[in-house]
């Protein structure tokens, strides 16, 4: 390769990136991504959290973790188990983070859509 052709080619790539305001198209999106954050971890918590209900989950948890880890982080996963919500708001809250998950991708899909 040529001095003379990578020239060219930072000139050209430096040109088209300023006429295709990519600046701009990339802000937008990284705020939808980061907006669409909170969302997920509650969608995903949510979920997890209905499958963490049932005691035979949670029983080969702790025995798999037995030998592994320290008997404070048992008793404190143990207690983490003992918290978590009855499955009817724990439906309500992954129903609120799903909406909101929609809403940030379509709002991502609705961006990446004005893309020249």
């Given at each position: 390769m040529s001095l003379g052709y990578l020239k060219n080619l930072v000139t050209r790539t430096i040109t088209e990136w300023m006429e295709?305001?990519?600046?701009?198209?990339?802000?937008?999106l990284a705020y939808y991504f980061v907006l669409s954050l909170p969302a997920l971890l509650l969608f995903s918590v949510?979920?997890?959290?209905?499958?963490?209900?049932?005691?035979?989950?949670?029983?080969?948890?702790i025995n798999n973790l037995q030998g592994a880890?320290?008997?404070?982080?048992?008793?404190?996963?143990?207690?983490?188990?003992?918290r978590i919500p009855e499955i009817n708001s724990l439906?309500?809250?992954?129903?609120?983070g799903f909406i909101f998950l929609l809403w940030s991708a379509s709002n991502v899909f609705r961006q990446l859509k004005k893309f020249p």
């Open positions: 295709d305001n990519a600046m701009t198209y990339s802000a937008a949510s979920i997890g959290s209905i499958f963490l209900k049932s005691e035979n989950l949670q029983s080969k948890i880890t320290d008997e404070r982080i048992i008793n404190m996963i143990i207690l983490l188990f003992e439906s309500i809250s992954a129903l609120i």
